[in-house]
Nanobody
Framework: VVQLVESGGGSVQTGGSLTLSCAASGDISRANCMGWFRQAPGKERERVGM????????YYADSVKGRFTISQDGDKKTVYLKMSRLAPDDSDIYYC???????????????????????WGQGTPVTVSS
């Protein structure tokens, strides 16, 4: 089991930046990828992006591509989501997840699937005001 704890959420004005962190502990070797998702109350969960633990390749949803960046510490125990040019539509609860993702060519075709991830954090809220 992998335990995940997100931090760094808060309030920011439109156009601002925020960096979220996700600290992983437990049997991290079970996962080959880490992902970020977001969800507002009453709305469906939306994929944000993912990173492979080996190699560090990243994939992003079209809605955040070019504005958000995912990175990891060298020991793979902390994952970051750096968000820039934030807009009110980015206001959500952001969740970190760990799982086993298919090979990149599958991700490129299917997009990021929440079903690949079996460990989830408790979420951290982000509010972007206009």
């Amino acid at each position: 089991v992998v335990q995940l704890v997100e931090s760094g959420g808060g309030s920011v004005q439109t156009g601002g930046s925020l960096t979220l962190s996700c600290a992983a502990s437990g049997d991290i070797s079970r996962a080959n990828c880490m992902g970020w998702f977001r969800q507002a109350p009453g709305k469906e969960r939306e994929r944000v992006g993912m990173i492979y633990n080996r190699g560090g390749a990243t994939y992003y949803a079209d809605s955040v591509k070019g504005r958000f960046t995912i990175s990891q510490d060298g020991d793979k125990k902390t994952v970051y989501l750096k968000m820039s040019r934030l807009a009110p539509d980015d206001s959500d609860i952001y969740y970190c997840a760990a799982g086993f993702c298919p090979v990149p060519r599958v991700v490129a075709v299917s997009g990021i699937r929440a079903s690949w991830f079996d460990s989830w954090g408790q979420g951290t809220p982000v509010t972007v005001s206009s």
